[in-house]
């Protein structure tokens, strides 16, 4: 099909309703629509068209492995909770802080262990810092900064064993399909990270406000506001009574009755960590001269697979072996993958919307027309923004991604500007929505645990999230004049 403006209409109206409905799906599904019905204008045509692109492309092999992981992997989480792995870490360093430094060491130490998944990190994390805060004068929006400044920015940061490293490949890899670009979408992803200038600088400002200015201001004052409230709720919410000795009872992160038995977190965790780096070294080191160039040259998806794989069956003997019930063990197993099944909904919506532009011409238009609007030294810059915008209103990381990526490639690749760092420009704008934005999945689990008001809690961060954003817009403007 020739291009023309029309290319233009699935993705222009994808944007508006996400924002509109507070949700990525259904823009990605109106959007979806309206390709197949350009593509096919009749009624039946355009129903049989749409349920093509999203069967094709599902059944794509990277795309199934994809789907295949992420589900396999929140279930292996799920497990984790369900036999006490949570719990038991919990009781592991929980009474070995004693000083509010330790306790912010502590949050930040522990994402050695709960980098694998924000909501992850935050509901392992969040209920320990909120036990401990009465003791070590700490408010809970500090607490709360902290956790989230080393949740997402940090997961979209880590290469290998993580539920985002997957998605991001996948996303990376589609766009650049659709621009016949042969490069190994690992290794433009890998070499894209240097630029998530975002997670660099939130990084900082988290450091900042950890050891050397209080966020969230005086102590005193904040828990004195935070009394008043108290003492109204203090007799219907038992939860503002809990300090310490409440500790089993902060929401969602393990249940009463579950054991305290860190060692079913820690070692899956490592197993799946250990595995996936070995795996990737065993990979690739046919085709590689050195260890680094053997794990650009692994087939990622693949070894997360089978690390994943690895893992799930070793802790499945190992819960067994504790007297755990399979039966239980598939239940919360099955209960954890369903938790993504929204994600890979969106990811099969992503897919077949950006196969049906490309048939639509959407690339052949953006190289005739759009790229000469735009200098390459400001696409970098303009994709952060544009993203930045999107993500605060949708709240989603992954939407942000799924719905700028073939963009971004497009225009890097059609005006000649740096690829890798246009797609660090937009895994960066989806990280801003995720850290500031109140919509954000990760800031509404933060706020339930820590019993904060959302909109407060988020106009709060706001300010610094901003001043990082700015940073970040100078940072991509500079490094898109001196790379090319």
């Known amino acids: 099909m020739g291009s023309s403006w029309i290319a233009l209409l699935p993705f222009l109206i994808v944007i508006p309703i996400s924002i509109v409905t507070r949700q990525v799906q259904p823009g990605l599904f109106a959007g979806l629509i309206l390709g197949c019905y350009l593509k096919q204008p009749d009624f039946l045509g355009g129903i049989k068209t749409l349920i093509g692109y999203i069967l094709d492309n599902i059944v794509k092999t990277n795309n199934i492995r994809i789907i295949v992981f992420l589900y396999v992997f929140a279930g292996l989480i799920s497990l984790t909770k369900m036999t006490g792995g949570i719990k038991g870490f919990v009781h592991l360093v929980g009474h070995k802080v004693k000083t509010k430094g ?3 060491l502590l949050t930040w130490i522990s994402t050695i262990g709960t980098f694998s998944d924000p909501d992850f990190r935050i509901v392992t994390i969040a209920p320990i810092m909120k036990a401990l805060r009465q003791r070590l004068k700490m408010t809970k929006q500090e607490i709360g900064f902290v956790i989230e400044a080393t949740s997402n920015p940090v997961v979209a940061l880590i290469p290998v064993a ?3 490293v997957g998605y991001m490949v996948s996303i990376t890899g589609t766009a650049l399909q659709h621009e016949g670009i042969k490069d190994a979408p690992y290794t433009v992803y890998v070499r894209s990270i240097p630029f998530n200038f975002f997670s660099f600088v939130i990084l900082a400002i988290g450091i900042y406000y950890s050891f050397f200015h209080a966020f969230g201001g005086d102590i005193s004052k904040v828990d004195e506001k935070e009394k008043s409230k108290s003492s109204v709720n203090q007799l219907s ?33 490592t197993t799946v960590l250990v595995g996936t780096i070995f795996l990737s070294w065993w990979d ?64 099969a919506l992503v897919w077949a919307l950006s196969a049906v ?31 930045g915008i999107i993500s ?65 809690y988020a106009q709060r961060k706001l300010k610094p999230a901003l001043v990082a ?10 490094a898109a004049i001196i790379i090319h």
């Not at 690749?413 to 704008?429: E, Y």
């Not at 954003?469 to 500079?478: V, Y």
């Open 284 to 347: 690739g080191r046919s085709q590689a001269s050195n260890i680094f160039e053997a794990f650009l040259k692994a087939d990622a998806l693949g070894v997360m697979l089978e690390a994943v794989f690895i893992t799930l069956i070793l802790s499945i003997v190992f819960y067994l072996v504790q007297k755990f019930s399979m039966a239980k063990i598939v239940t919360h197993f099955i209960k954890g993958g369903n938790e993504l099944v929204s994600v890979i909904i969106m990811l």
């Open 162 to 164: 993580t539920a985002f």
């Open 357 to 387: 532009s490309e048939d639509l011409g959407f690339s052949k238009y953006i190289a005739s027309h759009v790229v000469n609007w735009i200098p390459h030294t400001f696409i970098a810059p303009a994709m952060f923004l544009l993203g």
């Open 469 to 478: 954003a700015a940073i970040t817009t100078i940072l991509f403007s500079a």
């Open 392 to 456: 605060y209103f949708i709240g989603s990381s992954w939407g942000t991604w799924g719905l700028l990526m073939p963009l971004g490639v497009t225009l890097a690749h059609q005006s000649g500007a740096n690829i890798q760092l246009v797609i660090g420009a937009v895994f960066s704008s989806g990280t801003f929505g995720a850290f500031a934005s109140p919509l954000s999945d990760n800031t509404v689990t933060l706020c339930t645990i820590l019993d904060l008001p959302v909109l407060e």
């Open 237 to 269: 919410d038992p939860n503002e009574q809990q300090g310490e000795e409440g500790l089993e009872e902060c929401h969602r992160a393990f249940e009463k009755e579950t054991p305290t038995k860190p060692w079913n977190l820690i070692l899956p965790l």
């Open 102 to 104: 330790s306790a912010m």
